[in-house]
């Protein structure tokens, strides 16, 4: 390969085709702190003072956003990072996960939160699993809801005020496609870089990867020595989801940039959405007391299912 586009010294070793540059590892590695570091002020996610609760599944998402955050939090002495990892209870696979992030937490001297389903909710995600092995939902739509509470109450009961999910620029345009695929119009509302707080019981949810490929992230991961957990979740689901992956990695090969089309197109759109969700009411769920849209929120639905099953 060339030389570097940005300091023209260096052997470049990375392509970037939706820009045209080719970078060196020291280039490739300051454009992604660096995005994250716009994507941070252009969405005002963070403040100086702030308490920062990073959503760490030991994935290579999660743990290389930690990294990121710890470099960045550097410069901010009254900013306070930690991590909350979440033990859903499944066989063979959090065990590992809870390892990956404990160790990268010890490497940077941040604090770990390990909160479980089984303590949470009195269930482990195995044990819902094989108790609703009748019922449509599949096992990521039942952890996918329990996960959310769970972090949003721990993040809330550590003191935090900001909780940061390693969502990328992939998880992003596949989740606004499959929105507009499944026409849940008020969930694209929902799918953006800052979550308003519209409960005070909710802890504010950033998304500081979302403008970064998921590509460039495992290739950062991999440039740092960063140690992530490679196994896949027995439950992970191969269904809709990934094949919208796959059309949309075809659509970029051949039309490099596509991703941040989809993600800006829905940036336009989203405004409207957003005028039809403004009336929709939060209220405290009857059953815990959490914010929620209904009288039940949908973790205490499936428990109160799980209970009379
Ligand atoms: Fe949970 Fe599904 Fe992720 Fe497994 S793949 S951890 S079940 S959301
Ligand atoms: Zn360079
Ligand atoms: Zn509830």
């Known amino acids: 390969m060339s030389t570097c586009t940005l300091c023209k010294r260096r052997k470049a070793i990375f392509m970037r085709f939706y820009s045209g540059e080719n970078l060196c590892k ?23 003072c702030d308490k920062i609760m990073v959503a760490v599944s030991g994935g290579k998402d999660s743990v290389t956003l930690l990294h990121i ?42 604090e770990c939160v390990l909160i479980s389903f089984k303590e949470m909710y009195g269930y482990n995600l195995d044990d819902i699993v ?59 509302a929902r799918v953006k870089p800052v979550l308003e707080v519209i409960h005070p019981k909710f802890i504010q949810r950033i998304k500081p990867l979302c403008l970064v490929p998921e590509r460039e992230i495992a290739f950062y991961a991999y440039l740092n020595g960063i140690e992530f ?53 939060i209220r405290d769920c009857k059953m815990c007391g959490e914010p929620t849209i209904g009288e039940t929120c949908q973790p205490c639905q499936i428990l109160l299912e799980l209970s009379i099953l």
Request: charged residues 30%.
């Open 229 to 281: 957990q490679s196994m896949v979740c027995p439950y992970s689901e191969t269904a809709l989801r990934n094949d919208i992956r796959q059309l949309v990695n075809r659509m970029e090969e051949k039309h490099p940039g596509t991703k941040f089309t989809i993600f800006r197109s829905i940036e336009k759109i989203r405004p409207a959405i957003e005028s039809i969700t403004e009336s929709l009411k």
């Open 26 to 48: 020291i280039c490739f590695c300051r454009s992604i702190e660096s995005k994250v570091r716009t994507t941070i002020s252009r969405y005002e996610m963070l403040n100086p």
């Open 69 to 110: 955050l710890a470099k960045i939090e550097k410069e901010f002495p009254k900013a306070k990072l930690s991590a909350i990892n979440i033990d859903e209870g499944i066989k063979g696979y959090s065990v590992e996960a809870q390892r990956v992030t404990k160790k990268n937490c010890r490497k940077l001297n941040i």
């Open 130 to 188: 094989k108790m609703t092995r009748e019922k449509a939902l599949s096992p990521c739509s039942f952890c996918g809801m329990l996960r959310r509470k769970a972090l949003n109450i721990a993040a809330r009961e550590s003191g935090g005020n900001k909780l940061a999910t390693a969502h990328n620029l992939d998880d992003e345009t596949q989740t606004m496609i499959l929105n507009i695929f499944n026409g849940n119009v008020l969930q694209i």
